[in-house]
């Protein structure tokens, strides 16, 4: 079994920057802007009129890395508005402005560099906001922000800041639109503010008011702007009309049975992105014939267990706003893997009848004709949400459907009480499919999901309570139901899972719910402890995320952080987990402890290791055999360590290293990943990474094999693979509006079977041996050899604000065969002779807006 990266180093996670959460400081400070009658010229000096007239707040304080030390340097601010447009101008003094750290990287890319940073709780619910960030050489960042302290890093609104390096320090200047922010259609308003300055070479961060790092939450933490009233409502309008260019390789059937011609498809395309204020705090958001392809590819897995990957989302519109209507699951500090029920990528998946009907030509994509998202706040603190889209059908040969038409529906909502301590939140899902008979024996026509989540934090010390039930519901023919019930999320027809598979079934519904409780103030300790449930017949994999169903869960997480500096550390942290996992019915699944740690050291080097050992006592793999009966699994070991180097210099290594090893011996494996970053220049960074990772599992699954007789053979094999990959990323900017990204990365992964075996009648056995027999499977052991290349090149440039053209590149190699003797070095000279797949791509997108 092999434990990814993720898995390891996820429960390392700090604690305060997720549960918990700042309690309402009682007298939080205040800024007051003033009125400005003529606009500032936005070009980083404090020589506009406005400027001489506004207040000056200037009592910042360090929060990194020591909480509430006066700072080395002093900061400086004021804020000032019209009927359009908010104002800030910041002063950061330095007495060596020939030292300030400055990198220029495209925008919403942080270099090494100083920071100074504005955010805006326009809502002042103490839990949302937008963050607006600037480099000396004036490189942009902005963020939404949801719940509190999550950052949506897609959000890019239309704003600007002038910057100046001068003799005092440097300064910026911002103007950020009303028309950008939410806010309640009200004659007087007050605003959470927060200014942040980092400082770079000294590693070390300011702001007003103190944020405090170690009880989490950030806009809970922000002080108050007043001073701003009579500001007109925005019903905001924004169009950015598109047009795509692109030219693709595409791969058909040869003249000779398995040989393939390769041909060109040249397509023009045009759409529209829409945004659209419905009133200050209710905004449309739609999209019209999109196309993504300007969108980095997904990396290259090789996946050989029962369980779907999961991959990003990284198309912008769908990222945008993603934090409101995330419904997690199965999401806690000890183990977080995606699961939700909204996962976005549904829309727009591959084909899933492609490998079915050999989906010649037609993309690896369904074509989304339309999506629209209607996002807001009432003045009553009650967050709705919904989102609709329609995708095309896709045919593959003689017009058979890969992919039907489909709709997607979701509605969100949370009302909160007491300034957003406590919440109750609503989901509900829909997805309906436009079936024929190509495809109603295989999917579902009809899926529903739905249920209420709640919250509530209390006390100094940051206690919080979540609470969540939701619900499912699928409908289609008996055939696309047994395949439901069959499939490795729920495996009804295991011989001793004690589920009823029915193939009378046009319907399938399940249950899920959770509870966690969770302490997240004070300087070191915090905790959380949960449990989870679901029920055989739950399934969400229409429109979200989920690797199995039939299971509960207990999990228990005690984290402690310390973050005064000392001769040792910057910062340390440490936390000690121990979860468990069972069956719907009770059958012991996991069993594990875990414990990790990071440290921050004085010279900014970061070191991390951590060590799991897993099904601990008696447990049982109920998935393993794929259908079969389940089978009692050996106690197992990880231990990983990390080690990366300072950020700031010009050249940055790292390494990952993992050793895992159970099956009494009989099964382990290692996990190298080694990466290092070069600042070549200013505007240019190289990153090359890697990885080897060589697996020994003895008890891999081969597959389930019927004889003469009718019955059914679980076979396995010992499997020797070893997979690498060597990757590069470059990134040079020109301007901060004008930049070049490549990314590729070639893999390989190759391995071969042997002393194959089935299950014996005793695979609960204590004794590894007696679990198995021996077995000659159909064909005997094999052996894969799978070799792919992606790559990105993206050229991008914001000609005016909002307005944006790319040219992209995108290149693909894929080869598969069963020879595993070749050397490495032949290996990746094959793999650069198979055919490319390559697609050209120009797109303009011209924004309209006010």
Partial sequence: MRLSRLSVLVAGASFTTGLAAQQPPANPPKATAVRANVAPVIDGKDDDAVWKAAPAYSDFLEFQPTEGKTPRYKTEFRVAYDDRNLYVFIRAYDPHPDSIMDALTRRDVRGSADQLKIMVDSYHDRRSGFEFAVSPSGVKRDYAMYNDSEEDQTWDGIWDVGTRVDSLGWTAEFSVPFSQLRYNNMKDHVFGLGVWRDIERYKERTSWPLYHTNTGGISSQFGLLDGINDITPFRRLEVVPFVVAKSSSIEHGGSLPGTSDWGHDQKGSAGADIKYGITPNITLDATVNPDFGQVEADPSVLNLSAFETFFQERRPFFIEGAGFYSFGINCTIVNCSGENLFYSRRIGRSPQLSGLYANEGSGNTTRILG?????????????????????????????????????????????????????????????????????????????????????????????????????????????????????????????????????????????????????????????????????????????????????????????????????????????????????????????????????????????????????????????????????????????????????????IPSMFVSYNHNDGGRSHSYDLNPDVVVKAMSQLQLEVFGEVFSNHDNTQWLGNFKDAAGNTHYAFAHLDQVTTSLGVRADFTATPTLSFQLYAAPFVSRGEYSNTRELSSTPRASNYADRFLSYTSPGGASSFDVKQLRSNSVMRWEFRSGSTLFAVWTHGRDGFDTNVNRSWPTEYKDLFELHPANTFLLKLAYWFGG
């Avoid at 979701?410 to 829909?430: C, H, M, P, V």
């Avoid at 209390?458 to 008996?478: H, I, L, P």
């Avoid at 601990?616 to 793999?621: K, N, P, R, S």
């Fill in 371 to 651: 999506a629209g998202k209607l996002t807001g706040r009432l003045g009553n603190g009650l967050n709705v949400g919904a989102l609709e889209a329609l995708t095309g059908r896709v045919s593959g040969t003689g017009d058979r459907t890969t992919e039907p038409q489909t709709g997607y529906s979701l509605l969100r909502a949370q009302q909160d009480f007491r300034n957003g301590e406590t919440s109750i939140g609503f989901i509900g899902t829909g997805v309906t499919r436009s079936l024929d008979s190509w495809t109603d024996q295989y999917l579902r026509r009809d899926a529903f999901a739905g249920g209420m989540n709640f919250h509530s934090r209390w006390g100094a010390s940051r206690y919080e309570v979540t609470a969540s039930v939701t619900g499912s519901d699928v409908t289609g023919t008996k055939a696309a139901i047994l395949q439901t019930q069959k499939s490795s999320v729920h495996l009804y027809q295991r011989p001793d899972g004690e589920l009823d598979l029915d193939s009378t079934r046009t319907s399938l519904a399940g249950n899920a719910e959770e509870f966690t409780f969770a302490k997240g103030g004070g300087n070191i300790v915090h905790y959380q402890t949960s449990y989870t449930r679901q029920s055989s017949g739950y399934e969400l994999n229409d429109l979200g995320f989920l690797r199995r169903a039939n299971q509960q869960t207990f999990n228990n997480w005690l984290g402690m952080n310390w973050i005064k500096p000392t001769s040792l550390y910057r910062r340390l942290s440490g936390n000690f987990n121990a979860w468990s996992y069972w069956t719907a019915n009770g059958l012991q699944i996991e069993r594990a402890v875990n414990t990790n740690w990071h440290l921050n050291s004085p010279n900014n080097m970061f070191f991390n290791a951590g060590t799991t050992v897993y099904q601990l006592g008696t447990t049982y793999c109920d998935n393993c055999a794929r259908g079969g009966p389940a089978i009692r699994v050996s106690p197992g070991a990880n231990v990983n360590v990390s080690v990366s180097g300072d950020d700031r210099r010009t050249i």
